[in-house]
């Protein structure tokens, strides 16, 4: 099986692996086996930049304000985003 890695980041990866002891194969063997054991998959996210929190603040008030649609029914809600 061939999986497709962004080149600097499996680069980066394997740099970090080798400073610590490990084969970059023994990573990845062992996130696939806890996906497997455990059926989830956990992506951190990472901390939004200044122009994301400003949108997220903006939003909060408009919501907080009322000048927000909704709320909507799962067909509402596909309704209005293909009416924007």
Known sequence: ML???NKPL???AQKL???MGLPLSTLVNNYLKD??????VV????????????????????YA????PGPF???EFIKHLKSL
């Open 43 to 62: 992506f951190e996210a990472p901390m939004p930049n200044k122009k994301t929190i400003a949108a997220i603040k903006a939003a909060r008030k408009e």
């Open 3 to 5: 999986i497709k890695i």
């Open 35 to 40: 996906f497997v054991v455990e059926r989830r």
């Open 65 to 68: 304000e009322g000048k927000t």
């Open 10 to 12: 499996k680069q980066k």
């Open 17 to 19: 692996a080798k400073e």
């Open 73 to 75: 029914t799962a067909d």
